[in-house]
């Protein structure tokens, strides 16, 4: 997946390397989510919202957490409702008889 200076972020970018950057640690976690709040309409939003509540970093983190979660299931749904608009007709692979 390429994320051209077009596109539209809403969560994290995944890293470019999984095998080279992997994120174990809620520190790294954190890292990661105060890099990318810049570019995230998501991300940015809930900070936004977080720091004009007033919200604790736990509080904060679970408003994302929510948030992210609820854009997960509206995503899953909207992908589940094109799949039964546009389903894909069957594919049928013929064997070459000339060999």
């Known amino acids: 997946m390429s994320f051209d200076k077009y596109s539209i ?10 095998a080279d950057r992997v ?9 990661a989510i105060h890099e990318q709040a810049r570019d ?6 809930m900070m936004i919202q977080a720091d004009y509540r007033g919200l604790s970093g736990e509080d ?3 408003c ?4 992210a979660l609820l854009q997960l299931e509206h995503h899953f749904q909207r992908c ?15 064997e070459d008889k000339r060999s």
């Open 23 to 31: 994120i174990e640690t809620c520190d790294q976690m954190r890292q």
């Open 64 to 67: 994302l957490a929510y948030h």
């Open 40 to 45: 995230s309409a998501l991300i940015a939003n």
């Open 60 to 62: 904060r983190y679970t």
């Open 80 to 94: 589940m409702e094109l799949m039964r608009l546009m389903p894909m007709p069957p594919t049928i692979l013929k």
């Open 9 to 18: 972020q809403v969560g994290l970018r995944p890293p470019a390397d999984r």
